[in-house]
């Protein structure tokens, strides 16, 4: 079993990727480089991530798909991502099966002191129909701050994939 520093940055062909200080049944979640963040005109329609501009484009990116070719659709680990709303409805329940994603609320706060900050959306709505509206999603901004933005706002995604733990090798210079 390999054990990685949590500041450990890593490094395939172009791409970087910052080692997120999750770890889950042997599985290392790895967050693109600030450096690839990707822009987007809107997070979508509304703030459910499943119908989502940001679902699409995060799995779409010229960035998921060169990390695609490095790693193959048969090592990356599908990821599962509660849509938990930040006054704690689950009206939009849970995305799963996509290789590539962005990160919740929760997964943020947890790990914020292991990711280099800077302005990018979550997956996670400020309310859902079933609330007080489904128009606004939460986002990190340049400073770390939570806060949420419209949904027909100009974004920044930060994508992220999963790899099994056996598949990263450190390296000691």
Known sequence: ????????????????????????????YIMLDEAFTVNINRFGDTNNYLTSDARKITNNCNASKQALEIFSDDILIPTRLDLLSHDGLDDYGVCEGDLFGIITHDMYRMNRKN???????????????SGYGSSGVLIVDSDGCMDYFGCECSLAVRPFCILPSDVLVSVVY
Do not use: Q, W
Request: include cysteine; glycine fraction near 2%.
């Open 115 to 129: 990711i280099d900050i800077s302005y990018m959306v979550t997956c996670t709505p400020n309310s859902t129909p």
């Open 1 to 28: 079993m390999a054990y990685f520093l949590v500041s450990e940055v890593y490094h395939f062909g172009i791409l970087f990727f910052e080692r997120v200080h999750i770890k889950e049944d042997d599985k290392f």
